[in-house]
């Protein structure tokens, strides 16, 4: 198996060596970092140094239950001071102009351009690298679908596609594939199915089908909920193991959504901060792309992921991986400005 | 992302660091092992010293289209020379029962004893730690759910599970789980879905709720067919994305099933060979518990995975987990016994 397989060798590697074991444990010593609580010297520091403000939003501005209590008036107060605000999110169910309509509901400013949505940069980077051909779309119509239509590239696959066949031989002798197909797009689909990942991974079988995915996030915010609701990870990884393949993956943490943003707006990223409640894809994609972070723990990662300072590293702390600064909620930076 | 970050992680810090880098490298070279071809005199060797033979089925001793040429006439040899035979499959779809049949329609002599599948191993571990509460399954009724009910085990799960609900906030309300569930159980499940995932994951929540699984095969073997066919891997990767959290898995390469087989018939390991056509499970299992290996390129692993005497290692071979020996197919073993 793909991942399996990496992650073992690299597992073996790693730990059955005592010597490559203190080589590392020493590195990891050294580049440890501290994230630090938010308080009134640190926000000013933001406000004096920082002009853009890109904001995660399932989980930071909102959540299944509607807005978080305080975001809002952040954003107005972040836009009263002059600053600029922008949306960046891995969510693939929706467009750029369904994230403007979500976000004028809920009464934060947005207009398509300050919207980074991961169905908008598929279409995009299709676009760029002029793509003629068609893409089997494991995905929503209405988000992915209408981007690829904005960009005029073809393409089938969502909507449901149940079970047919009843084993094996027969789906070796009946799946019709599509000769013009040479690129699979994997995004959040809640209709994902065998026939769904079967088509996608038997595509990818030719080594010039493309393939992209938009994000990898294995779960939806649903915080204090007893359901764990599936992200598109789990509609990615099953493609991934029965392909063998990797995607190029469209969201954080790969930094192809700041690309865009920085083209547009010509944005220096040493006076950017990205606010995000996941250390594996916010607060790596700030890092990568060179801006400040800060963690909110208003969604996916908690305070048992985050070494403070003076305290011992939690042992789920991603050592390599620390915000600057991480706050409660999006609320608690507001008391500071 | 669970897997992701991990991968991440480890690759950052064996690629970020030339020291590492260099020490992890005199330790692959050093551990590097070369595989070799099967032949006379290696035959002879393996007839002299060998009483137990451990095959694997798909890709090794049929395929999707029937028995691979040559195959059964090695198996009915070698239980001429008085040597035992095991089938031992990753394969979920299977009760012993039916692969007692399977074997027998082919012209392969088994007994239930001589069957190790993982329905019947998922079974048998949950028996062995007195499991008195119901199972969540992700897989067939005919198949673990009848291995299931051989140990008089609850469950429930089998059969399609379609999407229900608009969105987000339904699900959140909608979805019952039951109390009584203690232990999600996944293997080959062709009606996969969101539903499904979602139920497992939420299980899950509670860390006291076991996570088993039977495989993680990525694929099922269908040589030169341009068809992929998912395989067990596509119905647990999910789940573990979505969960973050990692199954106990009872399949190759775990030890697992050559534990039951060893109690049941005392097993010498150092006298018994594991064939099979698939390196990261086949292979990777014989070395941990062992045996001898023996690799036939009739299914999954290719020739570009072996190190061959002679020849620099290609590029796709995993150094550290090299059979003893390959062969073409079983025939070729076949060929000098």
Known sequence: MYLSRSLFS??????????TEVVVNQIRKASQKMSFPINQEKAKDIIDNVDNFLFDCDGVLWDGNGVIAGSLAVVLKLKQLGKKVFYVTNNS?????????????????AEKDDIVCTAYIAAQYLHSINFKDKVYLIGKEESIGHELDQVGIRYFGPGPDPLIGTGYNQWLKDIYLDAEVSCVLVGFDPHISFMKIMRAASYLKNPDCLYIATNEDGSLPAKDSNICIPGTGCMVLPVTVAAERDPIVMGKPSTNMFDVLKKIH???????????DRISTDITF????????????????????ICQPGQSPPKQA?????????????AEFGKYI
């Open 10 to 19: 690299m597992k073996t590697r790693l730990t059955s060596h005592s010597m």
């Open 266 to 276: 010509n944005l220096d990223p040493s006076r950017c901060m990205m606010t995000g």
């Open 318 to 330: 991603n050592l390599q991986n620390q915000p600057d600064l991480y706050a409660q909620n999006l």
């Open 286 to 305: 700030a890092k990568t792309c060179g801006m400040r972070s800060l963690l909110v723990l208003s969604g996916i990662s908690t305070i048992n992921e």
């Open 93 to 109: 169910s929706s467009s750029r102009q369904d994230y403007v309509k979500k976000c004028n509901d809920y009464g934060f400013p």
